[in-house]
């Protein structure tokens, strides 16, 4: 490690956010920081953790030492213990540590107890398994309710005394809620069977028409699917099953024709938004269509290509359903996502749909509740004329912890904290006593909710209740448009339905996660939580402010699995809410091929570095259970193959090194971000990613980013693409690739309802928040996918934006709302929403009666003030329509960074973040392509020395060649493929350039190392007993010994060489390996020199190097692939290496991979300036 150059300093870590534009001085300020020691020694804080799984039960206490001493040595801070699933038959280990048994708890509490001895930390899931918060203790009246019901049609006039049918139950547990009796609407009782034809030859389409049927009709060819009835029906919704949710299915072409050969077009079925926990039904709202043929046509072209709010559109297309059922019954559109059941967004049912002639009059719903007995029997004077008869009831959704073990049972109810006590307390708090309270104390430090894998829930025994004090009405005359059937209106329907998933999503926040917040602090542990959408009815952001580590994930060379919006809802909810740490669950891969190593990670975790992450978790340590069995245990095929018996695993410290000194800088400070972007008021809601604001920041993004987003979703011709190998995927879906400064020299967080209404403040023009963050513009985007209807808005909201621009604040809205989206407070609140409109648009100097054209207006407010201005306010220009501007200049924001070519153009490929503290600038670059370049840097700082700070080797420099133009520092830089730096200012400067020499290393080859070297190979791994001589270095995979070609491992390579040059002042002499597969560590004359593990494999010698002859030792290390694919070859009772994951591993099926020291080793020199 090398520091050069550097006068020490210590450094204010003020804890308000300064930006990095000048600003007010900050009034509070953190103790003093020495910033290069923490870069240098970095701090517990900015150690990776690991997800420690225990698999099957199979759990030994010298597997347990062995994994924990590992951690230790490799530079690890602490693991996630997770029991994942149940023993196997027969047993992997006799006997078998199963969850709660009295040996699992001796195997936990030997865990603490050698994590103690090693100075490492502990966390625990909330239940058993990673899914999520269940356990055996958890009763069916505990678990997770939904709201169900069933319909019954009975005849007026009389006196009726019938039992009601009870709604299907799971684990035979249900209670009701209320019983209606509304008269029975126009075509709601009509039934006519269908004959059902197809175009698609060897199918049963007939099946289609069976209630309950569970065959399935597939396609992958254009076609149609007919219903002929005997007589005109009149249709006005269709209810469609899958098995599964099949994206196809719900984007039908519905067809009528009143004789079988010339056929109308209806509408085009338009799918929810959908996340990929979800196999509900969905019901489609059809204009009254009387007909005798309708016909629903498949063709897969203008389907859109597959996100995250869109999971089922990212596989290969083809149509599945088993279940089409045509209603003359008016539905509320997509009611079952709508009422909270599963995750879901969907445009609100117009009265074209719905018009108020088919809808409910409110005042004609009698409430029967008391009509009917404990026994289901309805007894009840009827009026004259048809009724039909709803009965609510609530029942569990029958989700379970489905990945836990001996531990696993229903899942707890999220709105219950006396649900979620017991969880808390039955497996954390039972952990914590078996341990010791005082072992426990200190090692389990961590309580962890992992992401939300067990749907969603609309129900619980104190839902009315909550819903009435946070709506201000009572929800129960309401209650059955939880059911689809609307009541007096569509708008008062849809409202309705808009508050029943507002308050669930604020029931799992405050009930679910503050209850759990309070219980693991009353324990004196820290609180992570992972994302909670996209299954659970959520503001994907809200649940973070309770979390005092925010956690995202992100998956590699796994496409269709990555998550991106998980991570940009940690990052922005740790944003707002102030916390310090954004932890990542990294590395989760679909297949494990065995080919992983440090080089191929590096740039997908710099690229999270520069997205706000400043805390690896990686993903994942399985705990091994034997001592003799390489490599070990795996998570299936699943994840980072991370932990002792990686063939890198010693080498590989010099990578978690790497890890730790970024995060020891990305934990300081506070992030400049210049721009809040409001997520709106839908719910479901989270973060929204780059490609969604396209429409909203067109200048911004540029011409060729909009024609490619364009492109994009136009999903031409269906293309696939096949990563990792067997799984297939839209070419055109939704990718992490897309978070690489997206806002060309601008940052953003997405900002939530809450902290706008709550937080924001405006201080000299910026909108701020209390944990530092601050924001120079609020984007409020227009209609999108997650929030379909642009003109509505709540009275709050409105009036929050109007004061904000009142303020000073610079606020761009792309909307115009004229209505609120709630039943509370209505009509008078859409008034209200009104009247703020009208106020905004007077305060932008918009003619006001641009309000009733439903136009969207950017707002720039005319009163920014700031100690030092920026904007001339008589210069501000109020624009229309997107913001059309190619950067924020006019508003008077300078991009934060740049990055060109030589010729001046964009350089793409950069990723990057800027921190700021009270008198330092870090900013992180990363070179995200395969292949080195130059590329020039602008950075919006001032009279600052910039310092160039390498994460790699742990070297700080000054940078010698730069320039000050226009109040911003310019700089050129070298970057190999993925590399990175971190660009540093904390000293001031009076000079405004610098040309002292070149920043970065340039070396001239002097001196070849050429053979013969001497190879010795670790014969336990399979490898010659004897030393090998290569004359010259040579691929191990292409050797002839066969056990060269399969190695896997470490070897050693030796070679004495005579050094001829001379040591210079100033000078500094390298070995540069050339290529290398995958990593090697280096030591010359007994020192050790480094370990080069990514790009330029090159290491500094200086220190080591004397004239005369040389003693160089090199331990080359590959992957396990080799190994394990010539195992393939062998019986499987025959091969030397063991794994529980598929077989042939991905490995096997493919070429062996280059391996060893490939060279050519050279010596250079540089002379330092």
Known sequence: MKTRLLPKALLLLALPFCGGLPAPVCAQQAPAVDLQAAFQNPPEAAKPWVFWYWMNAAVTPEGITADLEAMREAGIGGAYLMPIKGVENPPAITPPAVQLSPRWWQMVKHAMTEADRLHLKLAMHVSDGFALAGGPWITPELSMQKVVYTQTQVQGGRRISQMLPQATTVQNYYRDIAVYAYPTPTGATTSAKPQVTSSIAGTKPELLAVAGN??????????WIQYAYAQPFTCRSIRIRSTGYNYQANRLRVEASTDGRTFRPILQLTPPRSGWQDSSAVTHALPATTARFFRFVYDPAGSEPGAEDLDAAKWKQSLKVTEIRLSGEARINHYEGKNGEVWRVSPRTTAQQLPDSLCVPLNKVVNLTGKMDTNGRLTWQA????????????????????????????????????????????????????????????????????????????????????????????????????????????????????????????????????TLKEQAHAKGCTFSAEAIAPTMVSDGLLHYQHADVPMGEFWLRSPTHDKPNDMLDAVSGAHIYGKSIVQAEAFTELKLAWDEHPGMLKALQDRNYALGVNRMVYHVFVHNPWLDRQPGMTLSGIGLFFQRDQTWWKPGRAWVDYARRCQALLQLGHPVTDVAVFTGEETPRRAILPNKLVSDLPGIFGPQAVAAEQQRLANVGLPMREQPEKVSASANMETADMLVDPLHGYQYDSFNKDALLRLAKVSYGDITLPGGARYQVLVVPGVQKMSPDNSAMSPEVAKKLRELVQAGATILINRQPNHSPSLSDFPNADKIVQHESYQILKLAGLPTDSMVTNQPVELVSTSRHRLEPFVNPNKIRVMHGPFTADSFQALGLERDFTASTASGQRANGVAWCHRTGGNFNIYFVSNQLDSARTINLSFRINGRQPELWDAVTGETRLATEWRIENGRTLLPLYLDRNGSVFVVFREPTAQTAASAGSNWTTVKPVQTVAGPWQVSFDSKQRGPAQPVTFNQLTDWSQHSNDAIRHYSGTAEYTHTFRWKGKKRPQQRVWLELGQVANLAEVQLNGKPVGTAWTAPYRLDITDAVRKGDNQLRILATNTWANRLTGDQALPADQRPTWTPAPSPSPAATKPLLPAGLLGPVTIGVSTEK
């Open 214 to 223: 569970k065959e399935g009709f597939k396609t992958s060819e254009p076609g």
């Open 383 to 514: 009026p004259p004329g048809n009724w039909t008869v709803l009965r609510v009831g609530h029942g569990s959704t029958g989700q379970i912890n489905t990945t836990g073990g001996g531990a696993r049972g229903l899942e707890c109810d999220k709105f219950n904290p006396a649900a979620v006590k017991l969880q808390f307390d039955s497996w954390f708090g039972e952990a914590i006593r078996q341990g010791g309270p005082e072992l426990a104390a200190r090692v389990l430090k961590m309580f962890h909710v992992d992401s939300w894998e067990c749907g969603s829930q609309n129900w619980s025994t104190n839902f009315a209740t909550e819903f009435r004090q946070r709506r201000g009405y009572d929800l129960l005359p309401y209650l059955p448009v939880l059911a689809g059937v609307p009541l007096q209106s569509a708008d008062v329907s849809e409202r309705v339905l808009f508050d029943v998933r507002q308050t669930i999503a604020e029931l799992v926040n405050d009930k679910f996660y503050v």
